[in-house]
């Protein structure tokens, strides 16, 4: 075999799987967002297509509906030269009787070297992994985690605001129930930026403050001077109770408009996992305005998962 | 070889490479990361100050183009090649030419830039033992080594200081 005469460092991630931030340290963390960050130049070439990842397969296991997550996984892998394969749960044997177990033997008695699992229940995808020899990716399981949209909102705030140690960063909206903020907060947490959660007491879990994050129910003191703001959709799917008097209450109490941006910092971002909720979460002038970097969350977002399936995929025989 | 020795050989590429190509007018620098970098920008340095004319050069990332990537993994640099490569001489520019297998990696990656008139390699050592029909066009010295041994470039860009060496492993 060749000696390594370039200097190129040999890194590689010291795990097998991505379940969650949370167990990630903030070494593995920069790793995937440096990786990310190179592979953006990718995505700007007049051909979108390096052969990394020829002959691995990738294949898409959505238990619940998607269009970003899925779409924007798919395009990585096919990027990086991986084979995809995506089984949409509604028209699959699921809908027969077969469990996550059996879907997940089957498909890798079909040579598939990764999957990537979105489900209702938290904690699926990590029971998946005792089954495969292959790996697995969360792309979202129940109110647990979802890693990926965790770490393209890191680097997107990266890219907008440099380090992320000491950033200000207020997550508003129905935080009992997003995954999307679980790994948002990891993440930050990990990197050293200074979280506040916001949103009213039904969706905001106390247990929160016992990591380290600041808790707030009104809306304009959480975004006091904040260098970002992170909205969160309301996860109506989730909700088994009734945790809001109307939604109407709640666009008027944690909305995000124009007048209330004003308290945050004036180069602050707004920053939206999607799907947007117009004139709930956010108003049209602030989904519109020139503050949002939503699409460019979209776009790290390819970046982002074809870094975790090169640094996953990558270094195999 | 020590600095001296290294910026003599640069300048004589130059020269060689000037010369190749009757002047500089359609040629673009690439080097390979990391080493080949400082060495294709010393190069055209070297380059337009013998023809007065300024070559661009830019960075040509290979490792997602590898094909031993399965026993060492690295993480990819951006490519930067802010001009378009078609219909221009492409010399590219790398510290060491061993296997050839970075090369091969090389013109993969520049297959998908763009369609090159041609390209010609340069390269600071040619240690020998190619597993690939591949040789240099252009070569700062040839250093006959054995497989177990190492050529170590180390130049001031990015390690403070010029020289190589050739170590038993």
């Known amino acids: 075999m060749p000696l390594c005469l370039c200097g190129d460092i040999p890194l590689k991630l010291q795990r097998k799987h991505i379940l969650g931030l949370q167990e990630m340290s903030a070494e593995e963390i920069n790793l995937v967002l440096d990786t990310a960050a190179n592979f953006k130049e990718v995505l700007a070439r007049p051909i979108r297509k390096v052969p990394a990842l020829r002959g691995k397969t990738v294949c898409t296991l959505f238990f619940e509906p998607s269009t970003r997550t899925r779409a924007s996984f798919e395009m990585a892998a096919k990027i990086l030269s991986a084979d995809t394969s995506s089984l949409t749960v509604a028209a699959s044997s699921v809908t027969k009787g077969e469990t996550l177990k059996d879907t997940v033997l089957t498909m890798q008695a079909m040579g598939v070297d990764c999957f990537v699992i979105r489900h209702p229940q938290s904690g699926a995808p990590e029971m998946a992994t005792r089954y495969v020899r292959g790996h697995i990716l969360n792309a979202g399981d129940g109110c647990h985690e979802h890693p990926t949209q965790g770490l393209l909102d890191l680097l997107t705030i990266r890219e907008a605001k440099g380090p992320i140690e000491n950033l200000r960063v207020t997550i508003i909206g129905d935080l009992l129930h997003s995954r999307v903020a679980r790994s948002d907060f990891w993440g930050l947490q990990k990197l050293g930026a200074k979280v506040t959660l916001c949103g009213p007491d039904t969706l905001l879990p106390p247990e929160f403050d016992k990591y380290g994050a600041c808790l707030k129910t009104n809306c304009d003191a959480a975004i006091e001077g904040a260098d970002v703001v992170m909205l969160l959709r309301l996860q109506n799917e989730r909700m088994d109770g009734i945790y809001l008097p109307s939604v109407r209450e709640y666009a008027a109490l944690y909305g995000m408009n124009a007048r209330r941006l004003k308290r945050a910092k004036p180069d602050a971002i707004v920053m939206h996992p999607g799907p947007i909720n117009r004139g709930v979460e956010i108003s049209n002038e602030v989904a519109d305005g020139e503050r949002n970097v939503i699409l460019e969350q979209v776009t790290n977002g390819v970046a982002v998962r074809m870094a975790l399936l090169y640094l996953l995929l990558g270094g195999e025989e | ?169």
């Open chain 2, 1 to 169: 070889m020590d600095e001296a020795d290294i910026t003599r050989a640069l300048k004589r590429i130059a020269h060689e490479i000037v010369e190749r190509n009757r002047g500089a007018r359609d040629l673009v620098i690439v080097g390979v990361p990391t080493r080949g970098v400082p060495l294709a920008e010393r190069i055209a340095t070297q380059i337009s100050q013998i023809e007065n004319y300024h070559t661009p050069t830019g960075a040509l990332d290979v490792t997602l183009y590898r094909d031993d990537y399965g026993t060492r993994q690295a993480i990819p640099q951006s490519t930067k090649i802010n001009f378009s490569i078609t219909g221009k001489t492409v010399v590219l520019v790398d510290d060491v030419l061993f296997t050839g297998r970075t090369v091969r990696s090389a013109l993969n990656a520049l297959n998908d830039l763009g369609r090159p008139a041609a390209v010609q390699l340069a390269v600071l050592i040619d240690r020998g033992h190619r597993e690939l029909p591949i040789r240099a066009d252009f070569v700062g010295k040839n250093v006959p080594t054995a497989r177990n041994e190492n050529v170590t470039v180390r130049v001031k860009e990015t390690d403070r200081e010029d020289i190589v060496r050739v170590e038993k492993l």
